[in-house]
């Protein structure tokens, strides 16, 4: 079957910015980048606010180690200055005699214990040290842990040097301050540079969780569009008049959804193509059947009438002639009967009436075909059982032309079984109602139908029994088609063939009311 | 100054792999003075750029009373061979000792401070600067040869102001509190943050050829 109806399709081409695959991706970019660059902003804040706030602790702490420093450089010179004080007051009280002053400065030494020495050059070159045993094997570092004071005795009497014991953990604490006070230094140093290199970081790192983030909503993306641009392409190739493409989309979102619906309406569509073109073709053949029957018919009597006479003139002179004659005339009487038959089925089927459907139900439709040709088989060699729906269906429909093909049906069924057995014919005709239609199903216990021919049995002219026309199906077929219903052959369970009629069910009010209540 | 930091921090990303290590002082050339006394080899070295005498913080700092301290960690190589012949660290310390009144120079040998005092801080400053005639390693070390063949031998001197005790440093203090996400961001964060500076004042000098004369 060629289609030649054609639809005119706009060019499919998008341009780049206008697909929905960059317009997805630009809004991720701009929400990314706002996203970013407001959490940039606020790290900035949060940073600076942070800054402010070690900047004072570090401004303190700075005060406070300068004032520390001041209070040590107090410290000291008052400690020089008891130092000295000491020295002189030790000076003052000291022996005139040179051979007192050893015991004398000995007793300084035990009664003041950060004393490490004493030492004192007498004008006359004698010189007399006393010393702590206990400091005797280090030598003290001068200013860390000794501090020396030297003066001359009053009246020319020569030097006196001491020499006190510091607390050398002073000096370490002191120094211990300094590497703090260095490390402020630094912190403050690197203060501007820490602050960037975390707006750096926390923007890198922004950065990449976007790009990871923009990535995978391109992935989705992608797999998104792709999907759509593929149901459009199939929408254009159908457009092209390709009726056959299919989307092949499998998912169960949206998208999926569209392409199902899509697919489905191609089925439909399809299918009432197929419909149109039958009964175009069926149209057809049965204009050309009116014909042929015309064109056979008229001539039919006269030639029937000219050869009865011959045969009723007969002299009978010569008995061969006069049997050779009866002969011809019994074989044209027996053609013209023949012809006559295929010219009443002929114009039988050119004549297939209009379907002018009205309201019915189905059982009656039923019953009146039992009653009227139920005896179809009902000899000694078979069975015709119908049996009428259980819950009666209201349909559209001709009474007269559906009784006709449901007589065209049995007829076939019988013919077909009889080929097959001897005995035992069976036909059934079942219903079952389905939520907008009802089938009509015809079973029977003949050879059955094979795949391959399913279709073209409902080709008018096709037939495989010696007196068939091959127009029973057709009629059948056209007058379901007619009904806005379905026909198609199945394997019957009976062992045979099973004819399906599906025809559409009427929305009665009646049976509206009856599910209503 | 920061802009140019910054441009520094993105090529700095870009060689993430390398971080930490790719940095080295530049190193410059110094003469330096070298005599076997006794067993031993030694080496006068000046390295004036370690306290600048125009450098007035480095000058406040001397006369705050807080000692500044100079590390030199001397290496000795055999020319053409990568492998070091010995290596000495002397710390050096320099300050104002209010007791004193004076500038101190004190140097840690292998037997215990050393201190030098001083009235002038420039006299203080150049004693502290100068390696003199320090011992960098015994005779029975380094090969004697001619001054035509070798083998010839060279310092190199990586001098510091103030370095950092690595346990004072904030990575540390990060370290110490457990949390390995934020030893990781710090990490990235002072690596971006131009690493810094190990010491107030770095000094990288390699020395002189010499060679081991003959007895
Ligand atoms: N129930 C059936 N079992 C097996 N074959 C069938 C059955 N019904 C129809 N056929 C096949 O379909 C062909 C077409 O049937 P159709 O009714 O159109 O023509 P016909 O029966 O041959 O001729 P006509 O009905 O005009 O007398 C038949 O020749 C037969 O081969
Ligand atoms: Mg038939």
């Known amino acids: 079957m060629k289609v030649t109806s054609r639809f005119v399709v706009p060019k499919m081409r998008v341009p780049w910015w206008g697909r929905l695959e960059t317009r997805i991706i630009a809004a991720l970019v701009l929400l990314g980048t706002l996203c970013v660059g407001a959490s940039v902003y606020l790290v900035r804040l949060s940073v600076a606010y942070f800054d402010t706030r070690v900047g004072d602790a570090l401004d303190s702490a700075r005060e406070l180690a300068e004032g520390i420093e001041a209070f040590h450089d107090g410290l000291v010179s008052a400690q020089v200055a008891a130092f000295e004080a000491r020295t002189a007051a030790l000076a003052a009280t000291l022996p005139g005699a040179t051979e007192d002053v050893e015991p004398s400065l000995r007793a300084q030494l035990t009664a003041s214990p950060d004393v490490a020495e004493i030492e004192m050059l007498g004008a006359d070159g004698v010189l007399v040290r006393v010393r702590d045993p206990n400091s005797a094997e280090v030598p003290l570092e001068a200013g860390v842990d000794a501090f020396e004071t030297q003066i001359a005795l009053p009246g020319e009497r020569g030097q006196l040097r001491v020499v006190y014991r510091l607390d050398p953990e002073i000096d370490a604490r002191y120094q211990r301050l300094g590497d703090q006070l260095r490390e402020i230094g630094r912190e403050e140093d690197s203060r501007a540079d820490v602050e960037d290199a975390v707006t750096l970081v926390t923007t890198v790192a922004s950065v990449l969780v976007l790009l990871g983030s923009m990535f995978a909503g391109f992935v989705v993306a992608r797999t998104t569009t792709r999907r759509v641009s593929e149901l459009s392409r199939v929408m254009t190739r159908v457009g092209q008049g390709e009726l056959t493409a299919r989307s092949q989309t499998s998912s169960e979102d949206e998208v999926g959804q569209l392409a199902r619906a899509f697919n489905h309406m191609l089925d439909e569509l399809a299918a009432a193509q197929q419909k149109v073109a039958y009964l175009q073709r069926i149209g057809a053949w049965q204009g050309m059947a009116r014909r042929i029957a015309h064109e056979i018919k008229n001539p039919l009597t006269p030639i029937q009438l000219a050869v009865q006479q011959l045969r009723d003139k007969d002299p009978g002179g010569d008995p061969r002639f006069s049997k050779m004659l009866a002969t011809s005339v019994e074989i044209v009487e027996d053609e013209i009967e023949g012809l006559r038959r295929m010219v009443a089925s002929f114009s039988q089927f050119a004549k297939v009436p209009e379907v002018r459907p009205a309201p019915v139900s189905l059982s009656r439709v039923l019953e009146e075909f039992e009653r009227a040709y139920g005896h179809l088989s009902d000899d000694e060699t078979g069975t015709l059982e119908v049996r009428p729906p259980k819950h009666d269906v209201e349909i559209e429909a001709d009474r007269q032309l559906l009784k006709q093909a449901l007589v065209n049906l049995v007829e076939n069924a019988v013919l077909s079984a009889r080929e097959h057995r001897r005995d035992g014919i069976r036909v059934e005709i079942h219903t079952s109602s389905l939520a907008d239609a009802v089938d009509i199903v015809v079973d029977d216990n003949g050879p059955g139908i094979d795949e391959a021919r399913r279709e073209r049995v409902f080709e008018p002219y096709e037939t495989t029994r010696a007196e068939g026309t091959g127009l029973g199906l057709a009629i059948v077929k056209k007058v379901v088609l007619d009904h806005a219903g379905e026909i198609w052959i199945e394997d019957s369970p009976l062992g045979g063939a099973r004819f399906v009629l599906r025809l559409p069910r009427l929305k009665a009010p009646t049976s509206r009311r009856i599910t209503g209540a | ?215």
Request: net charge positive; aromatic share 10%; glycine share 6%.
């Open chain 2, 1 to 215: 100054m920061t802009r140019w930091r910054r441009r520094h921090f993105l090529a700095t990303l870009a060689a993430l792999p390398g971080l930490g290590f790719a940095r080295g002082d530049p190193v410059s050339r110094r003469k330096a003075k070298f005599g076997e006394i006794a067993s031993s080899v030694q080496m006068t070295l000046s390295l004036p750029r370690l306290i600048r005498l125009t450098d007035a913080e480095a000058l406040a700092s001397i006369d705050s009373g807080f000692d500044t301290t100079l590390e030199f960690h001397v290496t000795l190589w055999e020319h053409g061979s990568r492998e070091q012949v010995g290596h000495r660290v002397i710390v050096v310390k320099i300050g104002w000792n209010p007791f004193l009144k004076r500038y101190v120079v004190k140097t840690k040998g292998s037997t215990g401070w050393m201190q030098r005092t001083f009235t002038s801080r420039t006299a203080a400053i150049e004693a502290a600067v100068t390696l003199d005639r320090i011992r960098i390693a015994a005779s029975d070390d380094l090969t004697r040869g001619t001054f035509e063949d070798g083998p010839y031998y060279f310092a190199t001197v990586l001098a510091m102001r103030n370095p950092i005790k690595e346990d004072d440093s904030a990575s540390a203090r990060r370290r110490r509190r457990g949390d390995r996400d934020l030893v990781w961001f710090g990490h990235l964060v002072e690596t971006l943050a131009g690493e810094r500076a190990r010491a107030e004042e770095v000094v990288h000098v390699r020395t002189n050829y010499f060679y081991l004369e003959a007895r």
